[in-house]
């Protein structure tokens, strides 16, 4: 069983659709949970951090995470063209000092 | 703020030669990462430094891969001798502790 399972996708919604991505994950010890953005041809930009479980929410992205299910979501609202990318969950025990386990991202495509 | 800076942005040459990849952390930040990105794969830890110093480097690949932090604003990933396995998109990353990883735009490598 791998650390991190992503669905790839590919993911298609039209417009102002409300876009939910998951992963789920099998280390019990991790504590820290990202969502990275990565648009093509660049590196992966941070959007949301978040730690232990709980929701965050950053406009119109909200991040949860559910540690008895070993389960992250994120939510993006009012979905636009420019939202379309990879989206890669990531997590680790330790935060920033510490290397990330990545799912392998799912592509979203947003249609206009 | 100046983000991670990568170079160079794109390498092609032959199997055999040696490849350096060079990365500017963000000023202050203490911890550097080097992951390595594939389509089979997804994104994976090489190697990652705290202070310069060279904390965990279970995910070099082999023997042919180096890589060292001579100060506190620069890395260097070497390949020698570089085989057509090694293409990738190679990402660098920094952090504070506590904080979150910032990527740079990475390298695209291509051997011949």
């Known amino acids: 069983q791998k650390e991190v399972e992503q669905d790839p996708g590919p993911l298609s919604v039209p417009e102002g659709a409300i876009v939910s991505l998951n992963c789920t994950y099998s280390?019990?010890?991790?504590?820290?949970f990202m969502w990275y953005r990565q648009y093509s041809r660049k590196g992966p930009e941070l959007l949301m951090y978040?730690?232990?479980?709980g929701n965050k929410e950053d406009g119109r992205f909200t991040a949860q995470v559910d540690k008895s299910s070993k389960y992250i979501s994120l939510f993006i609202r009012d979905s636009q063209p420019s939202d379309s990318a990879t989206y890669l969950c990531?997590?680790?025990?330790?935060?920033?000092?510490?290397?990330?386990?990545f799912g392998k991202g799912t592509k979203l495509t947003v249609n206009p | 703020d100046a983000g991670v800076i990568q170079s160079p942005r794109h390498e092609v040459t032959e199997m055999g030669q040696e490849v350096t990849l060079r990365c500017k952390p963000i000023?202050?930040?203490?911890?550097l990462f080097w992951y390595r990105q594939t389509m089979m794969r997804g994104l994976e830890l090489l190697i990652y430094?705290?202070?310069?110093?060279?904390?965990?480097d279970s995910g070099m690949p082999e023997d042919r891969f180096s890589a060292k932090m001579p100060n506190a604003s620069f890395s260097t990933l070497k390949i020698q001798p570089s085989e057509p396995r090694d293409s990738a998109v190679y990402f660098c990353?920094?952090?504070?502790?506590?904080?979150?990883?910032?990527f740079g735009d990475g390298t695209r490598l291509s051997i011949l």
């Open positions: 430094f705290n202070n310069n110093v060279p904390i965990d």
């Open positions: 280390n019990s010890a991790f504590q820290y």
């Open positions: 978040t730690y232990s479980s």
């Open positions: 990531a997590m680790n025990t330790q935060g920033g000092s510490e290397k990330l386990v």
């Open positions: 990353a920094s952090s504070r502790a506590g904080q979150p990883q910032h």
């Open positions: 000023s202050g930040h203490d911890y």
